[in-house]
């Protein structure tokens, strides 16, 4: 595999498993479960394909887990005013929890 990108390699292979495997969802789709997802109101079988999903995108996986944490700052933020944010969080984000918080 010399001189192939990596990064094009997966996702010829993405597009490939998209093409033979219609019930696959989409990139798009995977951010509209989410939510549901991490609340547990995912019904199984969409669960299976988002996991599914989950496990060939590396696009998603690193999204969830950023979405994750954006949940658990603002939690945190929610729950105790005075603590202190983790350094990683980003300008944008805090400013966002915060403009949240004042409605
Ligand atoms: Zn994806």
């Known amino acids: 595999m010399r001189g192939i990108p990596v990064r ?8 490939m498993m998209l093409n033979y ?6 990139c798009r789709e995977f951010e509209d479960f989410i939510l549901a997802y991490l609340e547990g109101d995912l019904p199984e079988k969409q669960r299976f394909v988002f996991e599914l999903h989950l496990k060939v995108c590396r696009e998603c ?4 887990v950023a979405y994750r944490r954006t949940i658990e700052v603002s939690k945190r933020a929610f729950e105790d005013p005075d603590a202190p944010l983790p350094a990683s969080v980003p300008e944008d984000l805090i400013t966002a929890v915060l403009a949240a918080k004042k409605k």
């Open 21 to 26: 495997m219609p019930w696959m969802i989409t």
């Open 8 to 15: 094009r390699m997966a996702r010829w292979m993405r597009g």
């Open 61 to 64: 996986r690193d999204y969830l």
